[in-house]
């Protein structure tokens, strides 16, 4: 077993109930073929990272599906909002006495690569917390080389002010923090036109 793990949290690919913002404009399944587009992408970028690797799934276990192959151990998010999630996503994690650091990505980020998570996973040599800063404000990638559950305590998830109150709370904590490079999530239609071309070269 590796003294690092990788957590992936992904929604069940169901219609109407991912990239709602995508939804909303270019309909349900349209929202969840490019879902499953950045899934691929994903899962493609993870399965080469040296670490333990785990997926999330928003409700249930999938059975058969692209996380089936790659070296993925499957789980279910518990928790009321996102903070609460990826809380309890670490905290099992490093209750395993073997594992001294976690990185934790979302599954929307066609601009995420193997080299970057790695390089997160080493910047935890030497810190307490590594954040990937999104463009629209909040982060595409969280890690931690200890448990630090205050940072997911009343946070205003999914507005453009998460980062900011991430690192004031790690400020006010004493966290030794460092950032990454900002990249793209997909939210919206424009995100996606934007970003495709590069997703399907990589």
């Given amino acids: 077993m590796s003294s690092d793990k990788l957590i992936i949290f992904v929604k069940n690919e169901e219609a109407g109930k991912v990239k709602t913002r995508l939804a909303a404009s270019e309909g349900d399944n349209k929202a969840l073929e490019i879902y499953q587009q950045l899934l691929k992408y994903t899962h493609a970028q993870a399965q080469h990272a040296e670490a333990d690797k785990e997926v999330w799934y928003s409700r249930f276990k999938a059975e058969e599906d692209i996380w089936a192959s790659g070296g993925f151990t499957k789980k279910i998010q518990t928790g009321n909002d996102l903070g609460e999630r990826m809380s ?3 905290r099992e994690s490093f209750i395993q006495p073997e594992i001294q650091r976690v990185v934790l990505i979302g599954s929307d980020c066609a601009e995420i690569t193997t080299s970057i998570i ?3 996973l080493e910047k935890l040599k030497n810190c307490d917390l590594v954040l990937g800063p999104a463009e629209d404000g909040g982060y595409y990638l969280i890690g931690m080389s200890q448990y630090l559950p205050n940072l997911f305590n009343n946070i205003e998830w999914s507005t453009p002010s ?3 109150q991430t690192l004031d709370r790690a400020k006010k904590e004493k966290i030794q923090w460092s950032l990454l490079a900002t990249l793209s999530d997909v939210d919206t239609m424009e995100d ?3 970003l495709k071309r590069q997703l399907i070269s990589k």
């Fill in 88 to 90: 309890a996503a670490f």
């Fill in 118 to 120: 790695e390089k997160a």
């Fill in 162 to 164: 998460v980062l900011k």
């Fill in 192 to 194: 996606w036109n934007r």
